[in-house]
């Protein structure tokens, strides 16, 4: 009985100190939020208490970057650990098919191969369908989330300022009424489906707000969207509970998790996207409008997620990250209200959403692609500070390392492992690294930054930690420096191998 005894604890040991190393994660990914709009690096105008709560408990990076300064390009990065360009990834209409391929290693297959149950709830906008036959939004909605890695999904399909306005659970529409069904872009000849206003012929329709320039095809809920859709009546969310409606998908996946056995849950926020409809407990709740606002119903939303980690005893083996899927944008379609100031750089009144940084979504400067970025993992990760240059796409390969899995050199070739950094066991990970904004591809060369521009015109180049605003291009005094780091971004791009060969 006593060596039964001593085995037994023994097992014990061991199986806890592999439970140590096999956490839970999970990824809290806002949308469009800047590195200013967290209290923590630096948001005065917006109360983030929630998020300030994960930053004092864990890592906060001032360093820590998305791929892309759009969202489909960095999603895809994040989840396949290859760069956005190499696949020609744009954001998506929203009838676009899968960017990632079913026969792409993705985030959510590692975590599978490592024996953890995986989900998605929130926004997707990585496509629908493969392409070649039509997707029937009536029937089996596939390929999609389940095809590359999640056992389960729901979902925004596109985004919320895109059709269709329903959620999907899984391979199915959510509430959809057979009498009224669903279509996106066109419907077949003869069928009765429910149609709603264009808000181009009819802009009195918009009734929440008018749509600043280009989401005014179909109207839904009283706002413009990008696309056409008809049917789906009875499945339409409501954009004011969404966030709701996500946290209480989130919870419940989170309370009928076991404890022996780990999970990956991937929260795919829609705020702070367009159409900002922040629900009306949060109206007012910042010093700004819907955008702030919005911000605070993220922040919200976080809260709920940690606490209800701690009330499922879930917290103390659970990796936190959150981050954002590219910087922030101000004006983006609807007249929201958010005031821009352009006299320096884009404000919401008084309210610097990129921080110290230049430039925002869709733009190659620093504010494009470095954003909010915590880690936190009670009794692993050290509280604190770290200023090491790390980016969500190497997240594929830190996790392998962590769970010692072997990638081969095929899969995520763009993805290396930072995992001492993403610790904090590490103030330098890398030297080299790839920004994306449309189809421009900077280089980060530690502290130096260089821009290609075209006709041979000697690009842009700046030293940040003189010029972390990258308002002084200094290219004329450091013309080798330029050109050495234009042919190492050259090659960077062209290689077929990926990252992760190339500089080794």
Known sequence: MKFLAILFISFFVISTNLAKERPNVVIIYGDDVGYGDVGVYGSRLIPTPNIDRLASQGLRLTDGHCSAATCTPSRFSMLTGIHGFRRNVRVLAPNAPMTIKPYMYTLPQLFKDAGYRTAIVGKWHLGIGDGVTAVDWNADVKPGPLEVGFDYSFLLPSTNDRVPCV??????????????????????????????????????????????????????????RIGRQFGGKSALWNDETMADTFVQQATEYLSNQKKNKPFFLFFSSQDIHVPRAPHPRFRGKSKLTFRGDAMVQLDWATGEILDALEANGLSENTLVVFSSDNGPVYDDG???????????????????????????????????????????????????????????????????????????????????????????????????????????????????????????????????????????????????????????????????????????
């Open 334 to 504: 609807y007249e929201d209200g958010t005031t821009v100031l352009t006299s320096t750089k884009e404000v919401d009144r008084g309210h610097d959403a990129s921080g110290p940084y230049r430039g925002g979504k869709y733009q190659i400067y620093e504010g494009g692609t470095r954003v909010p970025f915590i880690v936190k993992w009670p009794g692993r990760i050290e509280v604190g500070t770290s200023n090491a240059m790390v980016n969500q796409i190497d997240f594929i390969a830190s996790f392998a390392s962590l769970l010692n899995i072997e990638l081969k050199d095929t899969q995520a070739p763009d993805s290396r492992n930072v995992l001492p950094a993403l610790l904090g066991q590490s103030s330098s990970s890398y030297s080299l690294m790839l920004e994306e904004a449309k189809r421009i591809v900077a280089l980060r060369d530690g502290h130096w930054k260089y821009i290609p521009t075209p006709a041979n015109t000697g690009g842009q180049l700046y030293n940040l930690d003189l010029d972390p605003g990258e308002q002084t291009n200094v290219v004329e005094q450091n013309a080798e420096r330029a050109k050495q780091m234009n042919m190492q971004l050259e090659e960077l791009v062209a290689t077929k191998k990926g990252i992760r060969s190339a500089t080794k």
């Open 167 to 224: 959620y999907l659970e899984n391979h199915r529409v959510v509430n959809l009424d057979p009498s009224d069904p669903l279509f996106v872009g066109s419907k077949p000849a003869g069928v009765v489906a429910t149609e709603y206003p264009d808000g181009k012929k009819n802009p009195e329709s918009m009734t929440y707000y008018k749509s600043s320039h280009g989401h005014n095809t179909s109207v839904i809920n009283g706002i413009g």
